[in-house]
């Protein structure tokens, strides 16, 4: 997902940089490892999974929707 993080806010089309987006995603996780590195010794394993595998399976279906639904509409635009 990260590889193509440049490619998805390019594709997006946002009025900020795509390359800035793209560091400000690797920062993000960077602070994110470093805040998560305690709290991995206080949560069981489990929990650890199962959390980390709902926010990952919601954000690819978030992801997956924008996606389709913007082919879709190009189709569908340019078919008529």
Same mark, same amino acid.
Request: charged content about 15%; some cysteine.
């Given at each position: @997902?990260?590889?193509?993080?440049?490619? =998805?806010?390019?594709?997006?089309?946002?009025? &900020? +940089?795509?390359?800035? @987006?793209? &560091?400000?995603?690797?920062?993000?996780?960077?602070?994110?490892?470093?805040? $998560?590195?305690?709290? @991995?010794?206080?949560?069981?394993?489990?929990?650890?999974?199962?959390? $980390?595998?709902? &926010? @990952?399976?919601?954000?690819?279906? =978030?992801?997956?929707?924008?996606?389709?639904?913007?082919? $879709?509409?190009?189709?569908?635009? +340019?078919?008529?």
């Amino acid at each position: @997902m990260t590889y193509y993080s440049l490619d =998805i806010f390019i594709e997006s089309k946002v009025d &900020i +940089n795509p390359y800035i @987006m793209a &560091i400000l995603v690797q920062g993000s996780f960077t602070i994110g490892y470093a805040l $998560s590195t305690p709290l @991995m010794d206080r949560m069981r394993k489990k929990v650890q999974f199962a959390l $980390s595998g709902s &926010i @990952m399976v919601v954000s690819y279906l =978030i992801l997956g929707f924008c996606l389709y639904f913007k082919v $879709s509409v190009l189709f569908f635009k +340019n078919t008529w």
